[in-house]
Each structure stands twice: as structure tokens, then as C-alpha cells.
């Protein structure tokens, strides 16, 4: 062993506000890829039609330099307006959506659906060989949901990636 301590890598939730036009979110992923940054997940919606403005959701990670770095170089893109990286401003809650397809009959059918029940995800679509669920919640608990899926018939995943916001009175 050479005795060479390992950065620690954490995983961060940072809201990106920039103005809603062309070609933006192309800027930000640039960023990302230009740099060798990875983007573990990435959401984009319109949140103030009348201002024009988009919020950009992207899950990263590095170590604490390596999200700085980040924070920074996204800070200084022209059509951004403000950088919060949620994991370290308090309370958030975050949130993910899935669609998850099981096919199954018999004994596997009967527990996909009782360890839907366990998860609270809603069935959306049934046939008679498969069924739709749909599951929200923290991407840690779909992931789980999704593993126990599997060999009870997993065949499709559609996730919609992670949105957030701050706890509390202020906006981003």
C-alpha cells in the first residue's frame, strides 16, 4: 500500500436558474462534458413563463473541489441567474419519478403487486402477462424498488431524473 489518501466523492443536487432560450441547455451540459464531469441525472422545466426563466436540475459528483469548480464555472455561463447547490443550503426535498414494466404470471405476478403495495407505487397499466407501476420518491428507494423488481419479471425503467427544491419560505 503506498498510503495515498482518496478524495471522498459525494453526490450533490444542484438548481441551476437560467433564462429559457435556445441553446442554454446545451451550454451547461458543455460544461459538464468539457470538463469530464459526470451528470448522474438532469431535469429541465419552465418555472416563470412571465421572466422567461428555466430551472436546470443536475445530480453530480465529485469531491468538495470538484463541486466548487462546478458551482463556479456554471455561475459564470451569461444566461445563468443563480446557482444552488441544494445538498449543502439546508433542507431540500428531492424527488424522482418512475415507470416501471413487470411481466409475470402466477406467484411472481401476485408479489410484484404486493411489493408495489410495500413501495406505494400505483399500477397505471395491466394486461394480463404484465402490469405499469408508477413510484415516486427518493431515487435511493426506486433504485430499491427496481432491484426487487427484477427477478420478478423487471422488463422495461423510464425514470424522469431528480427534481428538488429548498425547504422553507425563500425561493431559489
Known amino acids: 500500500m503506498t498510503g495515498k489518501h482518496q ?6 443536487t444542484i438548481a441551476v436558474l437560467v433564462d429559457n432560450e435556445p441553446g442554454v441547455l446545451a451550454r451547461v451540459i458543455g460544461l459538464f462534458s468539457g470538463r469530464g464531469y459526470n451528470i448522474e441525472s438532469l431535469t429541465v422545466a419552465e418555472v416563470a ?3 422567461n426563466l428555466s430551472r436546470i436540475t443536475v445530480v453530480t459528483s465529485g469531491t468538495a473541489q470538484i463541486i466548487e469548480q462546478i458551482k463556479a464555472q456554471l455561475s459564470r455561463l451569461v444566461p445563468v441567474h443563480k446557482v444552488v447547490d441544494l445538498t449543502n443550503e439546508g433542507p431540500a426535498v428531492e424527488r424522482e419519478l418512475a415507470l416501471v414494466k ?4 402466477g406467484e411472481k405476478r ?3 403487486l404486493r411489493i408495489a403495495g410495500i413501495f406505494r407505487a400505483h399500477t ?3 394486461t394480463n402477462e404484465s402490469f405499469v407501476f408508477e413510484i415516486v420518491g427518493r431515487s435511493d428507494k426506486i433504485d430499491a424498488f427496481i432491484n426487487l423488481m427484477e427477478p420478478l419479471g423487471l422488463v422495461d425503467v423510464s425514470r424522469t431524473g431528480v427534481v428538488a427544491i429548498a425547504r422553507g419560505t425563500q425561493p431559489l
Open 7 to 12: 478524495p471522498h466523492t459525494h453526490r450533490h
Open 102 to 105: 413487470v411481466a409475470g404470471i
Open 110 to 112: 401476485v408479489e410484484s
Open 49 to 51: 413563463a412571465r421572466d
Open 124 to 126: 397505471v397499466d395491466s
